[in-house]
């Protein structure tokens, strides 16, 4: 066919409009999407024609417009199946609320609500006080605020409290909680003045007793490396020291816990992690921590502790400007009922995730196995992820493929609907149970059977095996 025939061939966008592959379209997308999208398809394919390539049929066309509709359809932010293992996945949105947040969230989004609407006495309240008592009761705290992360935590603290003063922290807890976030950087924005003291491995007492002597200082900060330690050579002093000393002052001591621990972890065989109760027992004046990690809630930056400084923070200008919205509200309050009541081990998926014993996950790989009749079974380590525990594994057993692209499996695993994300080690595709609810099972194996055929020729990639030794654990996610 000649290039003038081939461009004549083509479908006018009248013609790939009325397709009855395309017309449901319409209505889902509207019609200016749809003639966007067909004009675009076919200077694509003119383009094509005239760099030589074969010219596709009217259908192949049409289908091709129907595929790009679909996708255009698909909504952006939906679930994903998490077999990664790690259970606080800050890309998949870390701490996975529970069925009594999730209701709660719900029912405010669904109608109208009291978020700052007192029903006793008809007239405005405060959004803060559907969780301040809640705080109170499960922390320790005097009093609390709750904003939208825990960077806007700090942030807020140090703005309303040290604003162009300065701050005295140790070089040690310089630390970088991830996405570029640095505490230097966060420091600088709220107008407070960094000072620093000690050695990036030591820091001692007296290291703050002298800065503390040579100028005016207006906060003490005391910043828990939750992403990564310190080993070897290192020293610093503990909180209760710091705290004792920055009252000796009249200072405030703020601690920035981060991961929002209200449980010790050793009960879960991992390292102990401060707690929030802890941190204010040691006493820390505030502590800051986050909603979505270690708490299991939604995201949230918490600040619980003197009622005096809560109160300044509260009547802060930027304290409007990161103040969280109701739906954020709603989970966080339904979360920390769960604390109060005493049940959160059991109600809280993140915490039912981390008891999950080695038995109970092996047997649930190999029923894996067995539906889809390839891979194997072996021991592996499932981490806890989003800055929290760093290094600190749990003992699983996972479910091995060993496609012959393993970057190309993984890509037609996250194509399926829902998604599936797994982690590649040693040129094998892991699923840990861990982090895959039992309601998600049944797609999570339709997913990979849709995902397989074309790596070897539509044969398991190895043997069924019962071998449960150990895999490298190199590659963290």
Same mark, same amino acid.
């Given at each position: 066919?000649?290039?003038?025939?081939?461009?004549?061939?083509?479908?006018?966008?009248?013609?790939?409009?009325?397709?009855?592959?395309?017309?449901?379209?319409?209505?889902?997308?509207?019609?200016?999407?749809?003639?966007?999208?067909?004009?675009?398809?076919?200077?694509?394919?003119?383009?094509?024609?005239?760099?030589?390539?074969?010219?596709?049929?009217?259908?192949?066309?049409?289908?091709?417009?129907?595929?790009?509709?679909?996708?255009?359809?698909?909504?952006?932010?939906?679930?994903?199946?998490?077999?990664?293992?790690?259970?606080?996945?800050?890309?998949?949105?870390?701490?996975?609320?529970?069925?009594?947040?999730?209701?709660?969230?719900?029912?405010?989004? @669904?109608?109208? $609500?009291?978020? !700052?609407?007192?029903?006793?006495?008809?007239? =405005? *309240?405060?959004? &803060?006080?559907?969780? +301040?008592?809640?705080?109170?009761?499960?922390?320790?705290?005097?009093?609390?605020?709750?904003?939208?992360?825990?960077?806007?935590?700090?942030?807020?603290?140090?703005?309303?409290?040290?604003?162009?003063?300065?701050?005295?922290?140790?070089?040690?807890?310089?630390?970088?909680?991830?996405?570029?976030?640095?505490?230097?950087?966060?420091?600088?924005?709220?107008?407070?003045?960094?000072?620093?003291?000690?050695?990036?491995?030591?820091?001692?007492?007296?290291?703050?007793?002298?800065?503390?002597?040579?100028?005016?200082?207006?906060?003490?900060?005391?910043?828990?490396?939750?992403?990564?330690?310190?080993?070897?050579?290192? @020293?610093?002093? $503990?909180?209760? !020291?710091?705290?004792?000393?920055?009252?000796? =002052? *009249?200072?405030? &001591?703020?601690?920035? +816990?981060?991961?929002?621990?209200?449980?010790?972890?050793?009960?879960?065989?991992?390292?102990?992690?401060?707690?929030?109760?802890?941190?204010?027992?040691?006493?820390?004046?505030?502590?800051?921590?986050?909603?979505?990690?270690?708490?299991?809630?939604?995201?949230?930056?918490?600040?619980?502790?003197?009622?005096?400084?809560?109160?300044?923070?509260?009547?802060?200008?930027?304290?409007?400007?990161?103040?969280?919205?109701?739906?954020?509200?709603?989970?966080?309050?339904?979360?920390?009922?769960?604390?109060?009541?005493?049940?959160?081990?059991?109600?809280?998926?993140?915490?039912?995730?981390?008891?999950?014993?080695?038995?109970?996950?092996?047997?649930?790989?190999?029923?894996?196995?067995?539906?889809?009749?390839? *891979?194997?079974?072996?021991?592996?380590?499932?981490?806890?992820?989003?800055?929290?525990?760093?290094?600190?594994?749990?003992?699983?057993?996972?479910?091995?493929?060993?496609?012959?692209?393993?970057?190309?499996?993984?890509?037609?695993?996250?194509?399926?609907?829902?998604?599936?994300?797994?982690?590649?080690?040693?040129?094998?595709?892991?699923?840990?149970?861990?982090?895959?609810?039992?309601?998600?099972?049944?797609?999570?194996?339709?997913?990979?059977?849709?995902?397989?055929?074309?790596?070897?020729?539509?044969?398991?990639?190895?043997?069924?095996?019962?071998?449960?030794?150990?895999?490298?654990?190199?590659?963290?996610?």
């Amino acid at each position: 066919m000649s290039p003038t025939s081939s461009f004549r061939a083509l479908p006018s966008t009248q013609w790939l409009l009325e397709h009855p592959r395309v017309t449901p379209w319409l209505p889902l997308v509207g019609r200016e999407k749809v003639l966007q999208e067909a004009r675009k398809l076919l200077d694509e394919t003119r383009h094509a024609l005239r760099q030589g390539q074969e010219p596709p049929s009217r259908e192949v066309l049409a289908e091709r417009l129907a595929e790009r509709l679909a996708q255009a359809h698909r909504v952006r932010l939906r679930p994903v199946i998490n077999a990664t293992g790690v259970l606080l996945h800050t890309n998949l949105g870390r701490a996975p609320l529970g069925p009594e947040a999730l209701d709660a969230l719900l029912a405010v989004a @669904r109608h109208y $609500s009291n978020l !700052e609407y007192d029903l006793a006495r008809g007239r =405005r *309240g405060s959004r &803060l006080d559907h969780v +301040v008592e809640l705080l109170r009761d499960v922390t320790g705290g005097e009093d609390g605020l709750v904003v939208n992360n825990n960077a806007a935590a700090v942030l807020l603290v140090l703005q309303a409290l040290a604003r162009r003063r300065r701050v005295l922290i140790a070089r040690t807890q310089l630390v970088e909680i991830g996405g570029g976030f640095r505490i230097p950087e966060i420091l600088k924005q709220s107008g407070a003045k960094l000072v620093e003291v000690g050695t990036t491995n030591r820091v001692h007492l007296q290291d703050y007793h002298q800065a503390l002597e040579t100028q005016p200082i207006a906060l003490v900060l005391w910043v828990h490396r939750s992403n990564f330690r310190i080993v070897g050579f290192h @020293r610093e002093p $503990s909180l209760e !020291e710091l705290a004792s000393l920055a009252h000796e =002052r *009249g200072l405030p &001591l703020v601690a920035d +816990v981060g991961s929002g621990a209200l449980f010790d972890t050793q009960d879960y065989g991992l390292p102990h992690e401060p707690t929030v109760q802890e941190c204010l027992q040691a006493g820390a004046d505030l502590v800051c921590f986050s909603g979505d990690k270690l708490l299991g809630g939604p995201q949230a930056g918490i600040i619980v502790g003197r009622a005096d400084l809560v109160a300044r923070l509260r009547k802060h200008p930027l304290y409007r400007a990161l103040r969280p919205d109701k739906l954020a509200l709603a989970a966080l309050e339904a979360t920390l009922r769960i604390y109060r009541r005493g049940t959160a081990r059991e109600a809280i998926p993140l915490w039912r995730m981390m008891a999950l014993t080695p038995e109970e996950l092996r047997q649930r790989a190999q029923r894996w196995r067995d539906v889809l009749g390839m *891979g194997q079974v072996q021991s592996a380590v499932s981490t806890v992820g989003g800055g929290s525990l760093p290094e600190a594994t749990l003992p699983t057993y996972v479910l091995a493929l060993r496609p012959r692209h393993p970057t190309a499996f993984l890509a037609r695993l996250r194509a399926q609907e829902p998604p599936i994300i797994a982690r590649i080690e040693n040129d094998a595709v892991l699923f840990d149970p861990r982090t895959v609810f039992p309601e998600q099972e049944e797609a999570l194996l339709a997913g990979i059977r849709r995902a397989w055929p074309g790596e070897t020729d539509g044969l398991p990639a190895t043997p069924a095996s019962t071998d449960a030794g150990p895999a490298n654990t190199s590659t963290r996610h």
